[in-house]
């Protein structure tokens, strides 16, 4: 970017006051800079060489830490008072010391506010000490002690000149038992702006407002008619909740006139914990939440804080666009989850905020963007682009920042925010001084940005997706600081996007290989895309089979939009995770439809019926499946007409049911006979469950066999009775004709076998009585055995 953009004086003359004002600048700060040696407070022999020293090894002696700056933007009266505290990290206590105030110059440029922040602590003393009388004095400061300090300065005291930025700084001045005389051993710079008239053109400013979070909901569901959500943990509750991230960025926002970014997965979950919810702990284990009042409370304030402002929602769930540019579109029906999460985005703020929502807008991560992004960005209906300047850079000669709004073709608009105002919270701020420190910065860096030409422009702060608290009140702080200030007014997204470019922007997107490399590290990688494609095509052929899909294609519809979140980012462990979850969860929904195990069936006869179970512990009954019996020989044993036989299936909710197939067999043995469901149009169900069948058929030469060997025992024995019967004779009959008869039978009738009967067969506990109506009218016994 030129930096021609960061001096003001390049741009239109400024007006006769702004004249004025430097030339009374130089000549009040002329007998100042005449007097600087002895403000300083060192001997006249040890005006140069103490200040070489200090340099190199005594400004980081003691820690000035400056904790409050008011007012932030001060006018021609009043007075300045910075308060903080001082810490001698030294091994020597500080004597004869005093903390005072020190004004710089003013900064020439954007660049150079940039360039001082980089140093603003160490070095030597900038600029000149104000009076000594506003100066706090410690006449001992012990090594490792803190002392605080509060220093009240009249404006009029600076001798502050034309408008712009200038340099202040609070320096401690002191000595040593090894360094004897005075010097500096600490300071702290920062910025003040000043423009106490106002300016003659004034920036149109508009500042997003995300309401987002991580992902919370997992996509599993309680059992019953209202299918009772499940959270992943309680930390919602937390943000929500008094002090919390959420519940500070939503009382934060309604004081202040932002543009509302909100996610719609955040306004679903918090909707979800309105009524009966479920939280999972670390082991797996469900209790049931109780936050619903502070839900209910949250979503209200919400409610009323939007009413009759405009609403951007992001895609839901905010799906990685980068992420899905570069890895996702590489793998089949990844770009078909941004519309469908675009469309359930209106819907979720319709009914949750009941106000018509924005969809025209994308916002990629860190606004970054390359052709790619953009084309996929574009694709799911918006046409405006949140973009960031880091990103798409000013190529041109441009002697200042243009306007937000620049076509980049296409049909479509980049909405640049400004990089330097959007990242200036996104360090540490939960200390006081990190946030003074900030807001100066931030505020400076505005004003620069204005005095840069007197022609109006709009300018975007998009700050990061998910501030801390901490980074949310000092957002706040200084947005509201910017507001209150003289050379700027707010102005809503859709004016800002709706302004005329500067005809000398860049509106060239950057090539990929721009892309930053540190981004694409954090992106989602391919196989997270063909993971969640394996989630959609099984919920694909499992929704099929219900009698009401909404049940499961919503919930599960929501939670793959849920895998290509952009607050995975540099999370791969735990979104890996949570896509596992996912998967998981469904196929355990999956397996509720399934086959019974079976043990060895064993057929008498050519023809039997062999009864297959399917079991439905869904909450919902199932119906369109087909379950297919398939021989491994159709020549051996033949099912139906043919090697397979197909047979529809209907079985509510919580029940089973046996369907019966009719079976010819050819020849005995074992054959491995395969039950498998199928859906209506043909893709497998679930699992293929393999069994034997052992066919045992009573041949005619087994019955030969058999009767032969009765015809030998009836001979055997009628045999026995002519022989007995002529013994008896003999005796000369000492037997009675009728005895004799009668011990015959008798005889008979001890040596005869008994006649054989039907093997008893024990029952088959794999294959239970179905207690739904079966498919086929034939009877069957309750065990595997089937008889002719």
Do not use: C
């Not at 505290?85 to 710089?104: D, E, F, P, S, Y």
């Not at 954007?110 to 360039?115: F, G, L, P, T, V």
């Not at 509750?237 to 008094?242: K, L």
């Amino acid at each position: 970017m030129a930096e021609a953009a960061d001096f003001p004086g390049m741009t239109t003359p400024s007006p006769a006051r702004r004249l004025l004002r430097r030339t009374g600048a130089a000549l009040a700060a002329a007998p100042l800079l005449a007097a600087l040696p002895l403000l300083t407070g060192a001997p006249a022999a040890h005006a140069t060489a103490p200040t070489a020293a200090a340099v190199a090894t005594g400004t980081k002696t003691v820690d000035v830490s400056v904790t409050s700056l008011s007012p932030t933007t001060p006018d021609d009266s009043g007075t300045v008072t910075v308060k903080g505290h001082v810490t001698n990290n030294g091994k020597q206590a500080v004597t004869g010391a005093h903390v005072g105030l020190r004004v710089g110059t003013s900064y020439g440029g954007r660049s150079a506010i940039d360039e001082a922040a980089k140093g603003a602590t160490g070095g030597a003393p900038d600029g000149t000490e104000v009076a000594a009388k506003y100066a706090q004095k410690f006449s001992r400061l012990a090594p490792g002690v803190s002392h605080d300090f509060t220093l009240a300065v009249p404006v009029k005291e600076l001798h502050l000149g034309a408008d712009g930025v200038y340099q202040i700084s609070v320096a401690l001045m002191g000595q040593t038992a090894a360094q004897p005389y005075q010097q500096t051993l600490g300071i702290q710079r920062t910025f003040l702006p000043w423009q106490p008239d106002g300016p003659d053109t004034r920036t149109k400013t508009t500042v997003l407002w995300p309401l987002l979070s991580d992902t919370h909901l997992t996509a599993e569901t309680g059992t019953n008619e209202e299918q009772t959500p499940v959270f992943d943990d309680d930390s919602l509750a937390q943000e929500i909740g008094p002090g919390g991230r959420l519940q500070q960025m939503l009382t934060l926002g309604s004081a202040l006139d932002v543009t509302w970014v909100v996610d719609p997965d955040l306004l679903a979950s918090v909707d979800a914990m309105t009524e009966s919810y479920k939280i999972k702990d670390a082991d797996g284990n469900l209790t049931s939440g109780k936050d619903q009042a502070l839900a209910k409370q949250w979503l209200g304030q919400l409610e009323t804080a939007v009413q009759g402002q405009k609403v951007v929602t992001l895609p839901f769930a905010d799906p990685d666009l980068a992420s899905l540019a570069h890895a996702g579109t590489k793998v089949g029906g990844s770009l078909s989850h941004l519309k469908a999460a675009t469309d359930a985005a209106v819907a979720t703020v319709d009914t949750v905020l009941h106000v018509k929502p924005d969809t025209s807008y994308a916002w990629p991560a860190e606004g970054a963007v390359d052709p790619d992004v953009v084309k996929v960005a574009t694709s799911a209906g918006a046409d405006k682009i949140i973009a960031r300047s880091d990103s798409l850079r000013e190529t041109s000669n441009l002697p200042y920042t243009p306007s937000a709004a620049r076509p980049i073709g296409g049909g479509a608009t980049a909405v640049v925010s400004d990089a330097r105002l959007s990242t200036a919270f996104e360090g540490d701020m939960t200390g006081a001084e990190n946030t003074t420190l900030a807001v100066q910065r931030f505020l400076a860096q505005s004003l620069m940005l204005n005095l840069q030409t007197d022609k109006q422009r709009s300018v975007v702060i998009a700050p990061q997706r998910l501030p801390s608290a901490t980074q949310a009140q000092a957002l706040a702080r200084a947005v509201g600081e910017l507001q209150n200030s003289g050379w700027s007014q707010p102005q809503s997204l859709s004016a800002a996007a709706a302004a005329a470019p500067d005809p000398g922007a860049t509106t060239r997107v950057p090539s990929a290989r721009s892309y930053p490399a540190s981004l694409r590290r954090q992106e989602l990688p391919r196989s997270a895309f063909e993971q969640i494609q394996a989630t959609q095509r099984d919920l694909e052929n499992f929704k099929v089979v219900l009698t009401d899909e909404s049940r499961v294609v919503t919930p599960f519809g929501r939670a793959m939009d849920r895998e290509m979140s952009t607050s995975w980012r540099g999370r791969a462990k735990e979104s890996g995770s949570f896509r596992y979850g996912v998967s998981t969860y469904l196929s355990g929904l999956t397996d509720q439809v399934t086959l019974i195990e079976k043990s060895t069936v064993r057929l008498s006869g050519r023809s039997a019926t062999i009864p297959v179970s399917v079991q439905n512990n869904l909450w919902q009954d199932v119906d369109h499946l087909v379950l297919r019996l398939r021989s491994d020989n159709g020549t051996r044993l033949k099912i139906g007409d043919h090697d397979f036989e197909d047979k529809e299936v209907t079985i509510a909710s919580g029940h089973s049911q046996s369907v019966k197939f009719t079976t010819t067999s050819k020849a005995t043995g074992p054959i491995t006979v395969h039950a498998q469901l199928f859906t209506e149009d043909g893709e497998p169900y679930g699992e293929e469950l393999d069994f034997k069948v052992d066919v045992t058929e009573i041949t005619p030469t087994v019955m030969l066999v058999i009767a032969g060997g009765v015809l030998l025992l009836v001979l055997a024995g009628f045999r026995m009775y002519i022989q007995r019967k002529r013994a008896a004779a003999a005796r000369g009959g000492e037997d009675g004709p009728d005895d004799e008869a009668q011990e015959a039978a008798d005889d008979a009738s001890e040596e005869s076998p008994e006649s054989p009967t039907r093997a008893e067969v024990p029952q088959q506990a794999s294959d239970p009585t179905a207690d739904t109506a079966s498919e086929s009218t034939a009877p069957s016994d309750t065990g595997e055995r089937v008889d002719r």
